[in-house]
């Protein structure tokens, strides 16, 4: 069974730093490419930052180039992102999702909320 969780989000105010984890099981991992999406209040979804299955490429949208960073362990089974430098409009639900062969596996997601 495939099991995506997010988790370390929170309150932060602006200027601030986050770390958000996700832990994967059920699929293989090491070969999946991880994406984090961040869908703000009454927005779609969108990508924020990609890494390949052996951490070799990383890509990131315009709006957090330079804030956040993606990692992975493959070890662990686990993502993560490390988001410095926060901004209000980086308000909203950070998904994880797993991409392999065809098949797109996402979690429940974690709220983060930026706010002095």
């Known amino acids: 069974q495939v099991r995506i969780v997010e988790s370390g989000g929170g309150l932060v105010q602006p200027g601030g730093s986050l770390r958000l984890s996700c832990a994967a099981s059920g699929f293989a991992f090491s070969y999946a490419v991880m994406t984090w999406y961040h869908q703000a209040p009454g927005k779609e979804r969108e990508l924020v930052a990609a890494?390949?299955?052996?951490?070799?490429?990383?890509n990131y949208a315009d709006s957090v180039k330079g804030r956040f960073t993606i990692s992975r362990d493959n070890a662990k089974n686990r993502v993560y992102l490390q988001m410095n430098s926060l901004r209000p409009e980086d308000t909203g639900v950070y998904y994880c999702n797993g991409y392999l062969f065809g098949s797109a596996y996402w979690g429940q997601g974690t709220q983060v909320t930026v706010s002095s």
């Open positions: 890494i390949s299955s052996a951490a070799a490429t990383t």
